[in-house]
């Protein structure tokens, strides 16, 4: 690498780059460069005369290889950048298998399942053994094999030391014939890509030398990320020549729950004996008072290495610390603060963000960012206001002031089920349209009128029967929206009436029944009281307005979908 590239990096950037030889750890604190160590180092090493076969970076998103090989380019050319393996881990894993399938068994290849083959798998064993689908959330079997797999368990090992979860339970037994099913398919799914080819290299010496020798060179982006599969594969890969480099930051390691383990950082020099360490502590991204802030935060961590943030830039502006009493107080804070940054400050929604730690949080600053019509997207999860249980409680209130909306009424007319199908929503739909009334209207008129007469036989029961059938559920229906009707225009608060309305229409019964889990459940049942909560508050602020409310929500709906992508984003940290 020419000089003047080096001068580019700082002292510690420059030691990181140029000690080629042996277990590298680069404690890269956030915005300290740590993308740059790892392009200039593969270009310091072709530089050096390594041959671009031989080098191997490793990353866990597509999105960040990417931006290594775009960034490696720039420094090496395209030609050179095009030989060197810029690659996520599942990829590597995927090539190497596709090299050695001979070795697998699977001399014409394999396919590999993505999340809705493995989801599709997994119900048909449910079926298979018996079980009705419908009682589990397939996503959360999925998962825990996944888990186990990426902690590198087998079938067999998973099973050991299990309590009496029954998802636990249920995963234990699918996990072995779900991993014979993928087998006799000639087929991996993403976690087997790195834990197939680590058992290859367990029980295959040659295969495991002749990709040592292949990557001499061996670096890893955001290494405390890293689970103990892609751990054991890093092992093998370097295991005759200890030329690896690992740059990550043990105060930024989040995800533990979906297998990450941060002793692989903790612990690098014992695994890695000799290891040099090397920190990267000059931070250019923020000023002095963040990193000071974040500092004396990250000091209370127990297991860490030692190393502090600074900064050459100017102090910038101080950090604001707001001790709120409740969630509510909390979310109009920031409601209020995003306003006067837009209206006074010049900002525009799309320039700010609010950070928190679960999706479950993200209600009350919806309500808040309402109120202040402030239109927002939320990132990595559902919008209150779009939940399943919320819609359809908004259905039944629309419905209830106002019998003409027809797509409310379709909505809810058979949920929970009460045996209204589509031919007869159908009848109903072409008796209003004969007499020119309203689809409620019909219902209605079920009361009297024979519009089941041309009903079909259903397994030869009589017609009388399905008609009388049918026009009792109709009618239970109207009835309920007149119950729930008269219950909101009494006296009662709008969290009260709207309560015993949805408890006799019975919906948080069916959310408790049709659940997955008594998680699920717990979880669907918190978001309604959280619409009656956001009901009550409205009440507070506006008065006894139900229409109001809806109209809020509806307007707030429409703004959004004609909104030009600018506006607050409400992610996690995750």
């Known amino acids: 690498m020419p000089l003047g590239r080096l001068d580019d990096l700082n ?3 420059r030691e990181a780059v140029t000690t080629l030889e042996g277990p590298v750890l680069v404690l890269a604190g956030a915005g300290s460069g740590k993308t740059r160590v790892i392009t200039y180092r593969v270009a310091h090493l072709l530089e050096r005369g390594a041959s671009p076969d031989e080098l191997l970076a490793v990353s866990f998103t597509n999105k960040a290889a990417n931006e290594m ?8 050319g395209k030609r050179a950048a095009r030989k060197v393996t810029l690659s996520t881990f599942h990829a590597l894993g995927m090539n190497i298998l596709k090299a050695e399938r001979a070795s697998l068994g699977m001399p014409s290849g394999f396919t590999i399942y993505d999340a809705s083959d493995q989801l599709g798998l997994l119900r048909e064993l449910l079926r298979r053994v018996s079980i009705d689908d419908r009682r589990f959330d397939t996503k959360a079997i999925l998962f825990r094999i996944s888990r186990a797999k990426n902690a590198f368990l ?3 090992e998973y099973s050991a030391g299990l309590g009496d979860d029954e998802y636990d339970l249920i995963a234990a037994d699918l996990y072995p014939k779900y991993q014979e099913a993928l087998r006799s398919f000639h087929a991996f799914d993403f976690d087997d890509l790195i834990c197939e080819t680590v058992r290859l290299f367990d029980r295959d010496p040659e295969v495991r030398a002749r990709w040592q020798a292949r990557f001499r060179f061996v670096m890893v982006d955001e290494y405390q990320d890293t689970n103990r599969a892609q751990f054991l594969l890093l092992k093998h890969l370097v295991q005759t020549h200890q030329n690896v480099c690992v740059v990550g930051d043990d105060d930024q390691s989040i995800y533990g729950w979906r297998g990450a383990e941060a002793g692989h950082i903790l612990e690098f020099d014992r695994h890695f004996p000799g290891a040099k360490i090397v920190k990267l502590e000059e931070n250019y991204r923020s000023t002095p008072f963040i990193l000071d802030a974040a500092n004396a935060v990250i000091a209370h961590n127990l297991k860490r290495h030692e ?4 900064t050459a830039r100017r102090t910038g502006e101080k950090l604001k610390l707001v001790a709120a009493e409740d969630a509510e107080v909390e979310a109009r804070f920031v ?5 006067i940054l837009c209206g006074t400050r010049g900002y525009k929604p799309g320039d700010c963000a609010v950070l928190y730690r679960s999706n479950v949080q993200s209600r009350p600053l919806e309500e808040a960012l309402r109120a202040q019509r402030l239109n927002y997207k939320v990132i990595g999860g559902q919008a209150f206001f779009d939940r399943k249980e919320v819609k359809d409680a908004i259905a039944y209130l629309k419905l209830a002031l106002h019998p003409r909306d027809e797509i409310s009424l379709r909505r809810v007319i058979n949920y929970p089920a009460r045996g209204i199908g589509a031919a007869t929503v159908d009848r109903l739909a072409a008796h209003a349209g004969q007499h020119g009334i309203t689809l409620f209207d019909a219902c209605a008129h079920a009361r009297s009128a024979d519009l089941f007469s041309a009903a079909p036989l259903p397994d030869g029961a009589p017609v009388e029967d399905l008609a009388g059938k049918s026009r009792a559920a109709v009618t239970g229906f109207v009835d309920l929206i007149d119950r729930g009707r008269a219950l909101l225009s009494s006296g009662k608060n709008l969290r009260a009436g709207a309560r015993e309305f949805l408890e006799a229409v019975g919906l948080a019964d069916d959310l408790r029944g049709a659940a997955a889990s008594a998680l699920q459940a717990e979880r669907r049942l918190n978001n309604l009281e959280g619409f009656f909560e956001s009901l ?7 008065g006894r307005d139900l229409a109001g409310f809806l109209h809020r929500l509806t307007l707030q709906s429409q703004d959004e979908a004609e909104e030009d992508g600018n ?3 409400l992610v996690t940290l995750h």
């Open 11 to 13: 002292p510690p950037q």
């Open 69 to 76: 090989a775009e960034r490696v380019e720039k420094l090496v």
């Open 154 to 156: 087998a079938p067999e």
């Open 307 to 310: 190393k502090r943030l600074w």
């Open 335 to 339: 409601a209020e603060e995003i306003e």
């Open 536 to 542: 009550d508050r409205f009440e507070q602020r506006e």
């Open 567 to 569: 506006v607050v984003t």
